[in-house]
């Protein structure tokens, strides 16, 4: 086990250098540079910043020099927010982007396994029906409609929960984050465990454990319900990272302090190294989250075998 | 209180809110005054060297103070300097600094002032707004690494006392101190911390309010400055800044009471705002110009005639009254009416003419110049994305249709559409310009050949040119600003730009807040706001 985790943290060093590498040359391509602006700069202004950034060097050097960096920890300044590192940046944002994240995730864990094996065990009844018209309902309806009416109805109508702000990470300034991050995830968790529950349900091993004569609960709780995780573990991996490395959405709408708009504002200013910074950060997430989903794999299904 | 009350009904998770929600307003009840802004920004930097964005002004302005500074009118008024004298050929600035110290009790000097003016100017800063200082003698030169920075034209002849000597008259230039690339910095401490010095626990500022806490992507807080040399007259003790920019969002926020002040909205909210927060939502005339540069260097648009067709087609009104919505003005000239040191803007001969006999004057300018029904018009209008751009280009597409004219719409990210700007990549875009300072040069100045790459439309008339070189060399207001009369007047005759509307400020302010005044330039120092509890 401990040397397939080795083995698996080796391998990624060379797929992180080519997600780097076609990083850094994509952002390049695309037209406009991070200085051009309303007011566009005179030539030898533009000259002077270009150099001030080393940009005025030739690509490849560039792309040496930037990986040189990277190489003693060092992901260069933010073109944009000048007075900070993109290093400052990603690290001071990480945590609030990882706090509502982690707090949605669980919460679409619970809900949606919740749902999903509740409708199950009720297949073609009104109440799974019920279930999964929700459900639909809250994949259908974007994050960008549900925010802002959660904030008017509970916000400014109720008066119950602020309407935006962080509030220096005050809980009650958190629950509408984590509530309209979770919804699609919730609803999408919960058709996922329903369908693969209703497939387990109708399977052999199943049918042979209530011949044994075993209670529901047990039937249901230990075989079904472990089988039928299987997928949304494997959903859960990269949609972990996705939720915990911050919404563009949900960050904006509730002014959550994360990492989630340096990816969008950074590729919009052309902040190259914002851009690389959250990439090569989004990137080892998703390794690390993917091994972990492969761990919890092998726990759940003993067909898997680690090696 | 209405909160406790409706919580009442909402059980027990709602009466932990309400503890909680209970404590935060006492906790901030004491004393203490607090304004809260929605500013519209993350600023990119809080080094007025770094800034240029309305929101960082919001911020810097309050913490730093130039020779001169914005009043609670808008108005330029002594800062800094609490007197000065000009010499008689209008070149010449002698200040007399006011006693006055940076927040950690060092004395603010002249030579602080050099020293800021210099650093803005080196090649090796790498300041994108330096070029505002080429008023300054050997400004241009110092920032092209041309000339050492001793050459400047800045310099302190004692503790107290600074002279500027300037490469022409500008009567604008006591304004154009108030700008944030004139602010002085603080020479011990930058020196000292080098670009570390703007951190909160290293900088100092010689402003009402000095920085408190920066948390990015949450709120910069602002805190009120004892060492101020008015610091008795400043009201509000906490400025919070927040940073989003989600208009609708903030507006929510605003309408919960979780902010003072937004410093935008948007404009298709217009009508609920006038219905539902009349006396909250201020709309206020703003120094800026909404435009389209035309390609003046690629056929056909070098053609006059086409030009001014293509301006004459267009229904400001309509644009302005049905697509906007938010007060602003059709704009007839490239300089804003109101602008000060200038007259009335000169116009377009059209402005007097129907929208009928304009469209009528346009079809026929457009057949002179060899486009009709069978040879027409074809070609690309720009614009970076954004939903006003975009209902603005829709309907001046139509408008044009009109006339025959076949116009494709293509909207770009704002750094591809600047890029293809520069780059002179375009035929007809949407541009718009916000003055720095309050002064027609400001505007007209787009159009000089010498102004390069922000003379998006590459407009290279001798006339013109010549006006404005003159101009720039009269020291004699009057004169001054007949010249430039005269040489907007070319410009609007010759159509290199087609002017659309002038700007409107929209803020929401609180009733409680109180000194807040409409401005041309949209300024607003909080350092004369005040709360009424």
């Keep these: 086990m401990f040397r397939y985790v080795f083995r698996r943290l080796i391998s990624a060093v060379p797929t992180l250098l080519i997600i780097v590498t076609i990083a850094f040359f994509m952002m390049r391509v695309a037209p406009g540079g991070p200085f051009d602006q309303e007011r566009n700069l005179p030539p030898e202004i533009e000259a002077n910043v270009l150099k001030a950034y080393g940009l005025d060097k030739p690509l490849v050097e560039q792309y040496l020099d930037y990986v040189g960096g990277l190489l003693r920890g060092d992901f260069g300044p933010s073109f944009e927010f000048r007075d900070f590192t993109v290093r400052d940046l990603i690290f001071g944002g990480f945590p609030a982007s990882l706090q509502i994240g982690s707090m949605a995730l669980l919460l679409a864990i619970v809900f949606g396994v919740g749902f999903g094996a509740f409708a199950a065990l009720r297949q073609n009844s009104r109440a799974d029906y019920a279930v999964m018209t929700l459900a639909m309902t809250g994949i259908a309806i974007p994050n960008f409609v549900m925010a802002p009416v959660l904030t008017l109805v509970l916000g400014v109508y109720l008066s119950l929960l602020p309407v935006a702000g962080w509030g220096d990470g005050a809980w009650v300034n958190k629950i509408l984050p984590v509530v309209a991050l979770a919804l699609p995830q919730v609803a999408y968790i919960s058709r996922l465990t329903r369908g693969s529950m209703v497939e387990v349900l109708n399977s052999n091993y199943i049918r042979t454990a209530r011949a044994k004569g075993l209670r529901e609960s047990i039937v249901v709780n230990r075989h079904a319900l472990k089988g039928a995780l299987l997928p949304v573990v494997s959903y859960l991996g990269p949609a972990a990272a996705a939720v915990v490395t911050g919404s563009v959405v949900i960050e904006t709408i509730f002014e959550v302090p994360g990492i989630g708009r340096y990816f969008v504002l950074g590729a919009l200013n052309r902040d190259y190294p914002l851009v690389m910074g959250t990439v090569i950060f989004y990137a080892m997430l998703i390794i690390a989250l993917n091994l972990v989903v492969d761990l919890i794999y092998a726990w759940l299904d003993p067909k898997v075998r680690l090696e | ?533």
């Design chain 2, 1 to 533: 209180m209405n909160i406790m009350r409706k919580l009442r009904r909402h059980g027990a998770l709602a009466g932990t809110i309400a503890a909680v929600a209970l404590a935060t307003t006492l906790g901030s009840a004491q004393a203490e005054t607090v304004l809260r802004v929605g500013n519209m920004g993350e600023p990119a930097s809080l080094d007025p060297h770094y800034v240029s964005g309305t929101w960082e002004n919001r911020i810097v302005g309050d913490m730093f103070l130039g020779l001169t500074t914005e009043g609670p009118d808008g108005k330029t008024v002594p800062g800094a300097a609490e007197s000065w004298t000009v010499s008689d050929d209008g070149l010449v600035y002698t200040f007399k600094l006011r006693d006055h110290v940076w927040s950690d009790g060092t004395p603010v000097t002249a030579g602080d002032f050099v020293f800021a003016m210099r650093r803005i100017l080196l090649p090796a800063t790498a300041a994108e707004y330096a070029s505002l200082l080429y008023t300054i003698k050997g400004a241009e030169a110092v920032n092209t690494g041309k000339a050492a920075p001793e050459t400047l034209g800045v310099r302190a002849i004692d503790a107290r006392t600074l002279e500027i000597t300037l490469a022409g008259p500008a009567p604008f230039f006591l304004g154009q101190l108030t700008h944030y690339t004139a602010y002085p910095v603080p020479r011990h401490v930058v020196e000292k911390h080098g670009k570390e010095w703007i951190k909160k626990e290293n900088i100092v500022s010689n402003g009402a309010y000095v920085l408190d806490e920066w948390v990015p992507n949450s709120h910069i807080k602002l805190a009120k400055n004892p060492k101020f040399y008015n610091a008795a007259s400043v009201s509000i003790d906490t400025v919070i800044l927040y940073p989003q920019e989600d208009r609708t969002a903030v507006q929510r926020r605003f309408r919960a009471g979780e902010i003072d002040v937004a410093t935008d909205f948007a404009s298709d909210q217009i009508d609920w705002l006038k219905a539902n927060l009349p006396n909250e939502t201020r709309i206020a005339p703003y120094l800026g110009i909404y435009y389209y540069p035309i390609n003046t260097s690629k056929p056909p648009f070098d053609d006059k005639r086409v030009r001014q067709a293509l301006s004459m087609a267009i229904d400001r009104e309509t644009i302005v009254d049905k697509v906007m919505k938010t007060g602003e003005l059709a704009a007839y000239s490239f300089v804003p009416p109101g602008t000060l040191n200038y007259g009335e803007p000169s116009y377009t001969s059209f402005k007097g003419m129907s929208q009928a006999d304009r469209v009528a004057r346009a079809k026929a300018l457009l057949g002179e110049a060899g486009f009709g029904p069978d040879k027409p018009l074809k070609f690309q209008l720009k614009y970076n994305t954004s939903e006003n751009h975009k209902r603005i280009a829709v309907a001046v597409a139509a408008m044009w249709k009109k006339l025959g004219i076949d116009v494709e719409l293509y909207n770009s990210e704002v750094k591809v559409h600047y890029a293809d700007l520069k780059q002179g990549k375009f035929d007809v875009a949407r541009a718009g310009w916000i003055a720095d300072y309050n002064d027609p040069q400001n505007f007209l100045y787009l159009l000089e050949t010498r102004t390069g790459v922000n003379n998006y439309g590459r407009y290279s008339v001798k006339a013109f040119d010549e006006l404005m070189d003159k101009a720039s060399l009269t020291a004699d207001l009057e004169a001054r600003a007949e010249l430039l009369a005269r040489a907007e007047a070319i410009a609007m005759e010759d159509q290199p730009i087609i002017p659309i509307y002038y700007y409107v400020s929209k803020n929401l302010v609180a009733g409680h807040v109180k000194g807040w005044q409409d401005t041309v330039n949209d300024i607003h120092r909080w350092r004369y706001l005040s709360i009424e509890k």
